[in-house]
């Protein structure tokens, strides 16, 4: 079946309500307060010391005077070159003046993000498709994640930083600049190591000078700098460390502990899908305390700990120290910790829930990477590149042990392809059961928004079934372009 584009200025365009100048002025009005309130809110928490501000200049600096990642960082998942990339604003400006510099770049990111995913990701790259629907509809994707931008602005964290490396790594490739576009990819990768996958995406696409590139970035950005700050011993003992962080703090690891660092860094936030499953599917701890052991104690002292517990008790092992470096215990009476599992569904081991997240991973991955290698026809190249790097971009918050609201913003790009796709379709292709579905992850996305007051729909996973709808989503609309830019067949 060929469907017919739905022209822009056409009645039944204009008739839909999300197309109503009031209902569109009420979106964008929303979309240009999140931002503004973000930046605010961003220079308010920033000038008060508080997260994630406070945490950057504390680390940063540490490894300023140091000259090592102090062994309590909350940057635990973060390599080296993100303290490097990180001190013109936290040590080497004042702290007023680096500051303002860092959220006014953070929002400037945020404004150039969206003009490239507008200017190249949402109008006609090529002559097949039709010219887009007016700027006015393009807030909608902008509209349902707007939250989540907000909350990264006022936190003063990375993600929309990631979230620009990307969308202009992903277009200057497209646009025949590889290198310069696979080193954006990498410095993304040097400053949060979730974007290092997109790598995969490069390599299956054939794209050998953007994998250069990223590979140039990342000894630019973090090996090089490394050794020369540290040293060579000192360099390879950083990333050592950084490995052993990573093993600490893995979906193994939450998995056996569901409540290894609750009311650390958030993670009582965390909608990851080890995480998420180990809520759903193991025992929960009981209404007894929450004992907390960190760093490596002596063995006597930790068989004395076990001893000393009650019924009810739940033993945490915190492998990262208190800043000061030695090993700690501490206690917590379960009702007073602020987030709590409530219930499960299954009391499974901890390897029955591994193996399940590593088969749910193993089919994410290897569909992406089917849908990502196959050539459908009538895809154009503008299109596949786009579906395909919107998917790889959420694909590459699949693997990761910490997924929380703040992370969505990566999830943009593919909100724009999925509502594009759905604009483009004709309005008797957007009824069909597939176009409602990828309607309703755009709802659901929306509804993990409203969902940020609830601990409840954060503790069992909404973000994740967003990301997870999404994704679904994004996988579609590759398909789906194939009926768009596929020229009408001539009747016999």
């Known amino acids: 079946m060929n469907a017919t584009h739905a022209a822009t200025d056409s009645p039944a365009t204009t008739r839909a309500w999300y197309a109503n100048r009031w209902v569109f002025l009420f979106a964008w009005s929303l979309v240009i307060f999140a931002l503004v309130s973000g930046v605010v809110g961003g220079l308010w928490r920033g000038l008060n010391d508080q997260p994630d501000w406070r945490a950057f200049v504390k680390e940063t600096s540490f490894v300023w005077a140091q000259r090592e990642i102090a062994p309590w960082t909350g940057m635990f998942g973060y390599l080296p070159g993100a303290s490097f990339l990180l001190w013109p604003f936290t040590v080497w400006l004042p702290k007023p003046v680096g500051l303002i510099a ?16 507008f200017r190249y990701w949402f ?32 936190g003063n964290q990375l993600t929309i930083f990631l979230l620009f490396l ?41 794209r050998w000078l ?62 990851s899908l080890a995480v998420v499953l180990t809520r759903w599917l193991r025992e929960q701890p009981g209404d007894g305390r929450h004992v907390v052991v960190r760093s490596d104690p002596p063995v006597d ?9 009650r019924a009810g008790d739940h033993l945490s092992i915190d492998p990262m120290p208190e800043p000061g470096g030695s090993w700690s215990v501490s206690y917590h009476d379960a009702a007073t910790r602020e987030m709590l599992p409530r219930f499960s569904v299954a009391s499974w081991s901890a390897n029955r829930v591994w193996l399940l997240w590593l088969m749910i991973e193993v089919i994410i991955v290897a569909t992406a990477i089917w849908r990502t290698a196959i050539e459908l026809p009538g895809n154009t190249p503008a299109t596949k590149w786009q579906c395909d790097a919107a998917l790889w971009l959420l694909i590459s918050l699949w693997p990761s042990p910490m997924l929380r609201d703040y992370y969505l913003p990566l999830a943009l790009p593919a909100a724009i392809v999925v509502w594009r796709t759905l604009l483009d379709l004709s309005p008797a292709a957007r009824r069909s059961p597939s176009a409602i579905a990828a309607a309703i992850s755009l709802v659901l996305c929306f509804v993990s928004v409203l969902s940020l007051a609830s601990d409840f729909a954060e503790w069992y996973g909404i973000h994740l079934a967003a990301l997870a709808g999404l994704t679904l989503a994004t996988l579609w609309c590759s398909r789906t372009f194939v009926q768009i830019t596929s020229p009408p067949v001539a009747s016999p």
């Open 102 to 117: 860092f959220v006014a770049l953070n929002g400037a990111a945020a404004v150039a993000a969206t003009w490239l995913l």
């Open 123 to 154: 109008q006609a790259n090529d002559e097949a498709r039709p010219t887009p629907p007016r700027i006015a509809l393009f807030g909608w994707p902008l509209f349902v994640l707007g939250a989540h931008f907000q909350n990264v602005l006022q």
């Open 166 to 206: 990307c969308v202009c790594g992903l277009t200057f490739i497209q646009k025949a600049r590889p290198v310069f576009g696979g080193f954006l990819l990498g410095v993304a990768g040097c400053l949060k190591v979730t974007p290092a996958l997109l790598v995969v995406f490069l390599l299956l696409k054939r």
């Open 210 to 271: 953007a994998v250069l590139g990223m590979v140039l970035a990342f000894l630019l950005i973090d090996v090089i700098p490394s050794i020369a700050f540290f040293g060579f011993g000192g360099a390879v003992r950083e990333h050592r460390a950084w490995l052993d962080r990573v093993g600490w703090y893995s979906n193994r690891r939450f998995i056996e502990d569901p409540w290894l660092r609750v009311m650390h860094h958030g993670h009582e936030h965390n909608t």
């Open 301 to 309: 002292a930790l068989k004395r700990i076990r001893a000393e517990l």
